[in-house]
């Protein structure tokens, strides 16, 4: 009886874990698309090198949902948030001159954050070669977002460039 006990315990307890936090698959990754769209428009951060602009545009029939990020003496760079059968993919089109892609791993509908990993990439010299590796989006509320990018070199984290951007327009 107490191992039942044990057992019945600790499905709960590991069920109640799963469920706090939806991985992003099926109605996980339509609700975090909808959210990506629902970005639509220009956004703006201050940060301590300066304005940081972000525009979201809905491109391809609905399909795909393109950033551009502009901050003060940085080249643009492109990200494009697509979905790849059951899959939320992005692929980074970055100013290091590779292209890191990234499959959402988990999406929290109540605090609004979406979590990107590493998958692979397109014109990395090789493994160790500086990429960003991963991303968390956070959807704060309808005026504001949060981003924090993680760059990976040799192996490992070796920095994080986080911000919060209010809706512009």
Sequence with gaps: ????????TVLAL?????AA??????????????R???????WESQGPNGKARLSYEVVSGGNAVLERENAEGMPEMIT???LDGDRLLLTHYC??????RMQAR????????LKFDFLDAANMANANAGHMHDVKLRFIDNE???ATWEFYENGKAKFAETAEYKRIH
Excluded: C, W
């Design 14 to 18: 590991t069920s109640a874990a799963l």
């Design 95 to 100: 100013m290091a001159g590779n292209e890191p």
């Design 36 to 42: 990506l769209k629902s970005l639509s428009g220009q």
């Design 80 to 82: 494009v948030y697509y």
């Design 21 to 34: 936090e939806t991985p992003a698959t099926s109605n996980g990754v339509s609700a975090a698309f909808d």
């Design 1 to 8: 009886m107490r191992i039942i006990l044990i057992a019945t």
């Design 144 to 146: 504001h977002v949060g």
């Design 106 to 113: 988990s999406f929290d509908a109540q605090t609004g954050e």
